[in-house]
């Protein structure tokens, strides 16, 4: 028993070491994500569209997109436990994409207008 108590002991400080690298790389990602992804300025993007009243549209068509994207990711969730029969999945799914791509495309006009 002092054998197998030790052995558990070993292994419970080696995990506890493991999580302390992975939550210090995590915390080093999120620094990374966080310089890499901030914008200089958020509106810069749609300054030029302001204009031309293009930046309303876009807006609520990427909305939508993402949106449907969303709701994909839920109905993934309802599939893996059991919610959803993979035929109804792919049903939803179906129409969801249809949705999202008519979305993307309104985005891309309204931007390139």
């Known amino acids: 028993m002092d054998h197998v108590i030790r052995d558990l002991e070993e292994e419970r400080m080696r995990l506890e070491h493991a999580v302390a690298a992975s939550l210090a790389h995590r915390g080093q ?60 999945y792919i049903k939803r799914v179906k129409v969801l994409a249809r949705e999202q791509f008519f979305h993307c495309y309104a985005a891309s006009t309204s931007m390139n207008a």
């Open 29 to 88: 990602l999120l620094a990374w994500l966080c310089t890499a992804s901030r914008a200089p300025d958020p509106g810069a993007a749609l300054a030029p569209h302001a204009a031309a009243g293009d930046a309303p549209r876009w807006l609520e068509s990427k909305a939508s997109e993402l949106a449907a994207d969303d709701a994909m990711d839920a109905l993934g969730h309802a599939l893996e436990n059991g919610d959803l029969s993979f035929q109804e």
